[in-house]
């Protein structure tokens, strides 16, 4: 008997072919909704993803007095206009902040909250509440903000935010964006510049939208600044696709032979196109064309034309950070790429909505590759030969990304796969599999 938890996955059978556009930038979409939501007036908002992440940013600021009319288009994106709490700062919010499985949502929240006086219990899913949470809870500490208990690492925890919030200047341990976003948005309620050093570079949304919504900031490679205090002005967003979903169709494209795809209006932001360069450095035939503007994030095109010979290639720590939710699919590239590719520095996987790494190499296993862990690096021993077994049933951890990966070995093999809480991919990219089967043709 089949297990009830298992989705099957059959193999598309054509390759994947034309142009198509992926839903909203999941990072760009909760930051259009966080600061709308903390801005005077009503902000327009277009193309932000519908996802079960992005709705636990929306619900969480409607309990803290945020007015929400976003509508569903017929692209599947959300439109319409948020009113934000502006100078009046949220209201006491009557039930906990319950973030799901969305640790943007829970870790930029922090930093909203820290510049006033109420108390909130922010809390999430099984997986959220086994996530660091201290490497956010210790600078805004330092800052002024109050959370209990004190020191615990670990959701559900209550933040008493602080009207008299101190600038800082923070050395972060981690290229972490949801840190550097949680102290820079604290930092607007504090007198001074705050600012966040660090040690190599993490995507940049928030510096680069925040000027949209009338905040002083700057920003260089590996240190960003806001000037506080200052209020939010409403402003309008217009959010591009998400390179993430998107590498999900690149990846498949070079799994499937014969495949050729354009993915249009995408985001192409540096800081988070790092897959694309990866891919290059295997030999994929993959290019990006910027289009234009939105605001001031960069938009275009990602093209993909399936390659036979894909080599291994090594990441460097440095890098990791562009492409960090990419390395799941990453992985199983290299997985039919020829000789060893190694992602380096890759620490921070173990504390995504699951430990990655591990999963990664438990995954690859079961398909017969060897990949393993040292020091923190991950390698990946690739075959150019690769066969999938029969019925091999993948575990998703309920994780989203680790879901589509899996889904992946299925779609773009000759042998159907399994995959353990399939319907984790609602986290991101709802409708993934039908705009695969979309494609293929
Ligand atoms: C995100 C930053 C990244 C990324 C996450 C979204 C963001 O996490 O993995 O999916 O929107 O700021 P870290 O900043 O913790 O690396």
Redesign the pocket.
Known sequence: MEDTDVTWIEPLGAPLHGSTRVPGD??IS??AVLFSAMAEGTSRVSGVLDSQDVRSTIKCVQLLGAKVNLEKQVDGSLSGGITGWGDRGPEQPDQELNCGNS??TA??LMGVLAPWDIRATITGDASLCRRPMRRITAPLMKMGAHFEPAGQETLPLVEEGNRHLKAIEYDAP????????AILLAGLGAAGTTTVNEPSA??N??ELMLPEYGATTTAGNLTASVEGPTTLQASEVTVPGDP?SAAFLVCAAMLIPGSEIQIEQVSLNTARVGFVRTLERMGAEVSVSSTGLSGKEPYGTISALYTADLHGCEVPADKI?SE??EIPVLSLVAARAKGITVFRQVS?LK??ETNRLAAVIEGLAQIGVDAWEDGDDLFIEGQPDLVIPDDVVFDSKKDHRLAMTWALAGLCGKKRVGVKNFDSVKVSFPAFLAQIAGLSR
Request: no cysteine; hydrophobic share 30%.
């Open positions: 999941k990072s909760h930051r640790g943007t870790r930029l981690m290229a972490s964006a949801q840190l550097k976003t993490s995507r949304h928030t993430s950070a960090v939710d921070e504390v995504k």
